[in-house]
């Protein structure tokens, strides 16, 4: 049974810093690439950061410089720091595994990220 479960969402003020992590089981975790998505109330889901199974990593533009995406394959896990908040960062944020090219996708239940003051 494949689980992916976020951590580390919360409420945090303009300019601060939250990091989340997903913890993976029930894959092969090294395997898949590991993407972050978010999807603000009222408006689609929509990618944020990956990182591939080879390490490589590719950011939306609105969080290029802000945002670092990493993973340990040893542990299952994969991390989001995210610096520099705005209020238009407030979504909720949703882990993915997806073993391209196969039509193997996984997605956790989200965890809720608010910017505000």
């Known amino acids: 049974q494949v689980q992916l479960v976020e951590s580390g969402g919360g409420l945090v003020q303009p300019g601060g810093s939250l990091r989340l992590s997903c913890a993976a089981s029930?894959?092969?975790?090294?395997?898949?690439?590991m993407n972050w998505y978010r999807q603000a109330p009222g408006k689609q889901r929509e990618f944020v950061a990956v990182?591939?199974?080879?390490?490589?990593?590719n950011y939306a533009d609105s969080v290029k410089g802000r945002f670092t995406i990493s993973r340990d394959n040893s542990e299952n896990t994969v991390d989001l720091q995210m610096n520099s908040l705005k209020p238009e960062d407030t979504a909720v944020y949703y882990c993915?595994?997806?073993?391209?090219?196969?039509?193997?996708?996984?997605w956790g239940q989200g965890t809720q990220v608010t910017v505000s003051s």
């Open positions: 029930g894959i092969i975790f090294s395997a898949y690439d």
């Open positions: 993915n595994a997806d073993l391209r090219p196969t039509p193997f996708k996984y």
């Open positions: 990182i591939t199974s080879g390490g490589s990593t």
